[in-house]
Structures are given as C-alpha cells and as structure tokens.
T-cell receptor, first 113, second 114 residues
Framework: AQKVTQAQTEISVVEKEDVTLDCVYE???????LFWYKQPPSGELVFLIR????DEQNEISGRYSWNFQKSTSSFNFTITASQVVDSAVYFC??????????WGAGTKLIIKP | GAGVSQSPRYKVAKRGQDVALRCDPI?????LFWYQQALGQGPEFLTY????????KSGLPSDRFFAERPEGSVSTLKIQRTQQEDSAVYLC????????????FGQGTRLTVV
C-alpha cells in the first residue's frame, strides 16, 4: 500500500537559516507522482511542485529546492534563507491510481524573526 | 473568481442535522476531488469526479456521505445525520486531468458538529 511519512512534526528556525523538510514514501507503482503543498494559516493548500517518478533531477525554484532520490524513496524539500512568510504546514503527497493523493501528516514550519 | 471557491467557509451543525457543502471549481476543469482533513492531519481522499461521472467514492466514510456533480461543474458534498466525528475541514480541488497535472484547492469548509 502507498504511504507517505513526514517524520518531522514541527520545525522551528530563526529567519535566514536554511531548513530541510523530509519526506519518505512507499509505493509499488512504477509510475507515480510526488507533490509538495504549502498550507498557510488561511487553510488553502498551495501547490509547490509535482515530480514524476522517472525524473530524478533536482529542482530549484528561487529559495526552494527539492531532492528526489528513488534509491531511498525520499523527496526532501529545502528552503534556503528562510523568511517569516515561509511559516506554514508543508505536506508531501504521492499519487495513487492517477487521481488520488496519499498525504503525509505534514510538517509545521515556524520561522522566527 | 479565478480559483476554486467553497461555501460556506464555516458551518456549525447540531448532531443529527444534514449539511450541504458547495464547491465551485475552476472553469473548464474536468476533474474534481473532495478531501477531508482532520485537525493536525493530512487530507484524506473522499471522492473523485471526471465531469459529471463519479469515478471513485471509495473514501466516503459511510453511507451518510453523498457527493454529486450533476452538470460537470459545481459539486455538492452532503452529509446526513451529522455526527461529532464528521467535524473536519472539507477540501475541494479541481484540475484538468486526474492528479497528473496540478490540482488547485479551495480554502475548505470547516465543519463543526456540536
């Protein structure tokens, strides 16, 4: 069965520090997609990235970067030079059957000024 | 608006009351999803529509939950005889094709059953 584990329940760092959010997944599918979403206090889930299982290239978008490693079934997310506005709950998710998302429990990120 | 719109944003229901939650997806989006998010947890899949067809309702917790999308646009999630364990945020998302493209989420409806 598919499963997503975000072992870090809460992370607190001081602004401008780098922070990495871990995501480990389990699946027997050979083709799948991995996602990261951000959920600010307003509650809306904001899409950050989608990565398919055949593309192991790391991705960088501004201060955000993602490290996908199939060998360890991990899809970690790093924020460089964190800012207070990055404070939110971050979810990692995995597709099942092409239309369901299996979600991790989320990591609450607190950036202190 | 340009995004997924859900109404009401907040709903308080007395135990045993029926509720209806509305989702207005982004225009042109074929796929529509409902998820349930309990406090402090990740969302859980409830059901999936492609146009007006409900292709998967395996995540609906009980037969008290019912979802429809009769014209392939607006969707309604109905919960009959609400119970305290139904208290959660109900999230709607829409997209062009399953989850293989980006899905856009609404802000959710927070249901509290008292």
């Amino acid at each position: 069965a598919q499963k997503v584990t975000q072992a870090q329940t809460e992370i607190s760092v001081v602004e401008k520090e780098d922070v990495t959010l871990d995501c480990v997944y389990e699946t027997r599918d050979t083709t799948y997609y991995l996602f990261w979403y951000k959920q600010p206090p307003s509650g809306e889930l904001v899409f950050l990235i989608r990565r398919n299982s055949f593309d192991e290239q790391n991705e960088i978008s501004g201060r955000y970067s993602w490290n996908f490693q199939k060998s360890t079934s991990s899809f970690n997310f790093t924020i460089t030079a964190s800012q207070v506005v990055d404070s939110a709950v971050y979810f990692c998710a995995l597709t099942r059957l092409d239309y369901q998302l299996i979600w991790g429990a989320g990591t609450k990120l607190i950036i202190k000024p | 608006g340009a995004g997924v719109s859900q109404s009401p944003r907040y709903k308080v229901a007395k135990r045993g009351q029926d509720v209806a939650l509305r989702c207005d997806p982004i225009s042109g989006h074929v796929s529509l999803f409902w998820y349930q998010q309990a406090l402090g947890q990740g969302p859980e899949f409830l059901t999936y529509f492609q146009n007006e067809a409900q292709l998967d309702k395996s995540g609906l917790p009980s037969d008290r939950f019912f979802a429809e999308r009769p014209e392939g646009s607006v969707s309604t999630l109905k919960i009959q005889r609400t119970q305290q364990e139904d208290s959660a945020v109900y999230l709607c998302a829409s997209g062009y094709q399953g989850m293989n493209t980006e899905a856009f989420f609404g802000q959710g409806t927070r249901l509290t059953v008292v």
